[in-house]
Each structure stands twice: as structure tokens, then as C-alpha cells.
């Protein structure tokens, strides 16, 4: 048996009253997932642990399987690794968001929704003048870039800026944890040794941070794209936000983890879950035209996960264009990616694999909800499907929040939805 996972990031929501107090799961036109809840498998899945934020670095690692209180770094070291930068002993690997902010508060979190070009021409001039031993800009995607201080301390308390849409931004800079205001701690080679040299304490590196952060805005307020930009009415890519820093997590792969597992690859255009494949073991495909909004490339993400589905046992694929609209608060954008990840995923990965001799499971599910009137991730449990050909149906009829929870699994907890995917077999 072969396996698939077909995920849309943030795609469940709440119930909307302007959709006449559906969901958008209930509400969009899904013919080819309610069938596959139709003739498979049902439940829920509560993604993230107790005690963790939200966020689609937590759900997607404990989605594939792994101990969150193990493994869990932050979402910085994930993309490090997705963009290929080595961590070195003393790395502190954060997220760097290009983000908008007007008249003091945090308009957007994607700074304009930047072009990946524009995003590199950006982070490059940053680096030119703000770049030192100590502190690395490196390019990645869009407006997700990557920030490495040298000896920082994650013990810094970071605000995600997308789970803060409309606030104030000066409340929100980053502030040292309580208890690591002068606290140091000794920096770890690979074999577990101490190298001999210390990190910065969490005031150290909160201070170094916004200082970064003050000097970023004028610098990009004075940059020839983002004064082109205001010109023309648009959102400018005027302020860095640095968050979700960790050190190098250790994490075995998932061949490892599940030996009945022997290759495997994962589907994204998106740093993070790119990183968390890498640490995983999975080979990393990258799709022409895929850009994690909804002009993504289904079509190219679709025929990609089915190729590699011939000669793996194995993809993850992840869509990200419905937190992207969840985030924006655009309701009619969520639905229609809803709609795509249905017509332009779903359904030609099924109408392919129902015809091979070898059976594939496909497996779909948010990793969390990202609510289009609330704008930010929440830890509710998510509904997902099992089909396979064979597989005796439950009564489910449809492929949503509410029809879910009736479902046979009931409620799954972190590695149990792996753990029930890797024994259908």
C-alpha cells in the first residue's frame, strides 16, 4: 500500500454567517472529497500539543508522526533547512517576515504579498547594511526569509505577525523570556559536547532584534521598490518581523519511525514544510509555478505528487493557498481555494491511482483552522478522510467539520493520525 496526504493549510474554519452559518468546508463545491468521505474513513485530529502555539510548523510535525516536545525547535531552523543553509553549533535560525505596517499597526504579514525576486532584491540590500559575523539575511520565499544570529538565545518571546492582523506593533517586539533576562547557556556541537563558547542572554538578543527591526524600517522606506509601491496606492514591504527561532532540532526520519515506510517525498511551496521534509528524510520536489497562493500550480503539484507516487511509497502534499486567504480575512478566495484543492488535486490524483494494481490510501485534512473571520490559526481539532480501494465506508457522507466528528476514528490525537495512516497497509 502506498500513501498520500493531501493538505490544505488552514483550510477548515467556523461556521459563517454570511454562508447561512455553514462552514466553508460545508459550503464549497467539493464533489471529489465528500465522495472520498463518502466511500472511506472519517475523524478528527487534534494537531497541536498542549502547551504549543498554533502554528503550521507545530501541526504538520506532529501530523507526520513526531513528538513536538522531542523535536520541536521553531519554525526558523525548518526553513534553514529547506533553503539548503547548514546550522552551525551557535546558530540561532529565526523566520524573517517582510510585513506592512501603517499608522502603527501591522497591516499584513506577507508585506505586500512579495514576489520571491522582489523578496531576494529586498533581503539582499538588508544583509548589505545590516549583515555582520553575527547577524545573516538569507534569501527564501516570497516574504518568508531567514534571519541567523550568531550565539543568540531562542529564549526570546517573538509575536508570529500573522496571528496579529490590525494590532499595534510596537507592543509586540520581542521581549526576552522571564527567567533568561541573564541567563546564558553553553553552545552544544553536534556529538553533545560544549564547544566552550556561550550565547547571548535573552535581553542580548531581544535588544539586537529590534534593533534590527527599527533600522530595517528605515532602510526599506527609503528602498526604490517600496517608494515605487506607495506611489501607486500598493502595501510596501516596509518593516522585518523576526520570530519563531530555535537551534538545529534532532529528529529521526520517517523511515525510521515507520519502517514500512522506504521513500517518500513531500510537495510544497513553502519553506517550512520543505524543512520539516528534509529533517524528515523525504526528498524535496519543487514545482514550477507553485507560490503557496491560490495562482499556485495545481495542475503541476498534482502530476508531480502522482510521478512520484509511481516509484515512492510515500508524498506529503501541501497546499498553502487557504491559510493565505484565512489570514487575509477574504472569504470569497478561501472557498475558491477550497473549491481548487478539490477539482484541480483531489480529483486527478483519485481518478489516477484508482486504476493501479498496487492500492494507494489518500489522506486529506487541514493541519489546523485558520478562521477567515478571526484571521489567525486556533487549536481545534480538524476533520480528515482515509480512502483506499477496499476500505469499508463508514456513514459519513461529506467532507467537513461537522460530518467528520461523527466519523469511525472519532478524535485522533498528534501521532495517532500517522501511526492509523501507517497501518492501513
Same mark, same amino acid.
Given at each position: 500500500?502506498?500513501?498520500?496526504?493531501?493538505?490544505?493549510d488552514g483550510?477548515?474554519?467556523?461556521?459563517?454567517?454570511?454562508? !447561512?452559518g455553514?462552514t466553508?468546508l460545508?459550503?464549497?463545491?467539493t464533489?471529489y472529497m465528500?465522495?472520498?468521505?463518502?466511500?472511506g474513513?472519517s475523524g478528527?485530529?487534534?494537531?497541536?500539543? !498542549?502547551?504549543? =502555539?498554533?502554528?503550521?510548523?507545530?501541526?504538520n510535525?506532529?501530523?507526520?508522526?513526531?513528538?513536538?516536545?522531542q523535536v520541536?525547535?521553531?519554525?526558523?531552523?525548518?526553513?534553514?533547512a529547506?533553503?539548503?543553509?547548514?546550522?552551525?553549533?551557535?546558530?540561532l535560525?529565526?523566520?524573517?517576515?517582510?510585513?506592512?505596517?501603517?499608522?502603527n499597526?501591522?497591516?499584513? =504579514?506577507?508585506?505586500?504579498?512579495l514576489?520571491t525576486d522582489n523578496?531576494?532584491?529586498?533581503?539582499?540590500y538588508?544583509?548589505?547594511h545590516?549583515?555582520s559575523?553575527?547577524?545573516?539575511f538569507?534569501t527564501?520565499?516570497q516574504?518568508r526569509?531567514?534571519?541567523?544570529i550568531?550565539n543568540?538565545?531562542? =529564549?526570546?518571546?517573538?509575536?508570529?505577525? =500573522?496571528?496579529?492582523?490590525n494590532?499595534?506593533w #510596537?507592543?509586540?517586539?520581542?521581549?526576552?523570556?522571564?527567567?533568561?533576562e541573564?541567563r546564558r547557556?553553553?553552545?552544544i556541537?553536534p556529538?553533545?559536547?560544549?564547544t566552550?563558547?556561550q550565547?547571548?542572554t535573552?535581553?542580548e538578543?531581544?535588544e539586537?532584534?529590534?534593533?534590527?527591526i527599527?533600522? /530595517?524600517q528605515?532602510?526599506l522606506?527609503a528602498?526604490?521598490?517600496?517608494?515605487e509601491k506607495?506611489?501607486?496606492?500598493?502595501?510596501?514591504?516596509n /518593516?522585518?518581523?523576526p520570530?519563531?527561532?530555535g537551534?538545529?532540532?534532532?529528529?529521526q526520519t520517517?523511515?525510521?519511525?515507520y519502517?514500512?515506510m522506504?521513500s517518500g517525498?513531500?510537495?510544497?511551496?513553502v519553506?517550512?514544510?520543505r524543512?520539516?521534509?528534509?529533517?524528515?528524510?523525504?526528498?524535496?520536489?519543487?514545482?514550477?509555478?507553485?507560490?503557496?497562493l491560490?495562482?499556485?500550480n495545481?495542475?503541476?503539484?498534482?502530476?508531480?505528487?502522482i510521478?512520484?507516487?509511481?516509484?515512492?511509497?510515500?508524498?506529503?502534499?501541501?497546499?498553502e493557498a487557504s491559510d493565505?486567504?484565512?489570514h487575509d480575512? !477574504?472569504l470569497?478566495?478561501?472557498l475558491?481555494?477550497?473549491?481548487y484543492?478539490?477539482h484541480r488535486?483531489?480529483e486527478?490524483?483519485?481518478?489516477e491511482v484508482k #486504476?493501479?494494481?498496487?492500492p494507494?490510501?489518500?489522506?486529506?485534512?487541514?493541519d489546523?483552522?485558520?478562521?477567515?473571520?478571526i484571521?489567525t490559526?486556533?487549536?481545534e481539532?480538524?476533520?480528515?478522510?482515509?480512502?483506499?480501494?477496499?476500505?469499508?465506508? !463508514?456513514?459519513?457522507?461529506?467532507?467537513?467539520?461537522?460530518?467528520?466528528?461523527k466519523? /469511525?476514528y472519532?478524535?485522533?490525537r498528534l501521532?495517532q493520525f500517522?501511526e492509523?495512516?501507517?497501518?492501513?497497509?
Amino acid at each position: 500500500m502506498k500513501h498520500i496526504i493531501i493538505l490544505g493549510d488552514g483550510m477548515a474554519d467556523h461556521a459563517v454567517s454570511r454562508l !447561512d452559518g455553514k462552514t466553508l468546508l460545508q459550503y464549497a463545491d467539493t464533489p471529489y472529497m465528500d465522495m472520498l468521505a463518502r466511500k472511506g474513513r472519517s475523524g478528527m485530529l487534534q494537531t497541536i500539543p !498542549d502547551g504549543f =502555539h498554533p502554528g503550521s510548523e507545530v501541526a504538520n510535525t506532529a501530523i507526520l508522526g513526531y513528538d513536538l516536545n522531542q523535536v520541536y525547535e521553531g519554525r526558523g531552523p525548518l526553513e534553514a533547512a529547506s533553503i539548503g543553509y547548514d546550522m552551525q553549533p551557535g546558530d540561532l535560525a529565526m523566520r524573517c517576515n517582510f510585513i506592512t505596517l501603517q499608522d502603527n499597526r501591522i497591516i499584513t =504579514h506577507n508585506g505586500g504579498n512579495l514576489s520571491t525576486d522582489n523578496g531576494d532584491k529586498l533581503i539582499r540590500y538588508l544583509d548589505e547594511h545590516l549583515g555582520s559575523e553575527q547577524v545573516k539575511f538569507i534569501t527564501g520565499i516570497q516574504y518568508r526569509h531567514l534571519l541567523v544570529i550568531r550565539n543568540g538565545s531562542k =529564549h526570546v518571546d517573538c509575536a508570529p505577525p =500573522h496571528d496579529h492582523p490590525n494590532e499595534p506593533w #510596537q507592543p509586540l517586539m520581542v521581549k526576552s523570556e522571564a527567567g533568561w533576562e541573564d541567563r546564558r547557556e553553553p553552545v552544544i556541537a553536534p556529538d553533545g559536547q560544549p564547544t566552550g563558547e556561550q550565547r547571548m542572554t535573552g535581553r542580548e538578543t531581544a535588544e539586537l532584534l529590534n534593533n534590527l527591526i527599527l533600522k /530595517s524600517q528605515e532602510l526599506l522606506a527609503a528602498h526604490p521598490f517600496n517608494v515605487e509601491k506607495v506611489a501607486r496606492g500598493e502595501r510596501p514591504a516596509n /518593516s522585518i518581523w523576526p520570530w519563531g527561532g530555535g537551534y538545529r532540532p534532532n529528529m529521526q526520519t520517517l523511515m525510521r519511525l515507520y519502517p514500512q515506510m522506504k521513500s517518500g517525498s513531500v510537495i510544497s511551496a513553502v519553506d517550512l514544510i520543505r524543512g520539516i521534509g528534509r529533517y524528515a528524510g523525504l526528498d524535496i520536489i519543487k514545482v514550477p509555478g507553485a507560490t503557496g497562493l491560490a495562482d499556485t500550480n495545481y495542475e503541476g503539484k498534482a502530476a508531480a505528487a502522482i510521478e512520484a507516487l509511481k516509484y515512492q511509497d510515500f508524498v506529503y502534499l501541501h497546499l498553502e493557498a487557504s491559510d493565505e486567504a484565512g489570514h487575509d480575512g !477574504d472569504l470569497k478566495l478561501k472557498l475558491r481555494t477550497i473549491e481548487y484543492l478539490d477539482h484541480r488535486i483531489v480529483e486527478p490524483i483519485y481518478n489516477e491511482v484508482k #486504476q493501479w494494481n498496487e492500492p494507494v490510501c489518500i489522506a486529506i485534512l487541514p493541519d489546523h483552522p485558520t478562521p477567515v473571520e478571526i484571521r489567525t490559526h486556533v487549536s481545534e481539532p480538524v476533520p480528515f478522510l482515509f480512502w483506499h480501494r477496499g476500505i469499508t465506508p !463508514d456513514s459519513v457522507q461529506c467532507y467537513d467539520e461537522v460530518s467528520c466528528a461523527k466519523g /469511525s476514528y472519532g478524535l485522533l490525537r498528534l501521532n495517532q493520525f500517522m501511526e492509523s495512516l501507517m497501518q492501513i497497509d
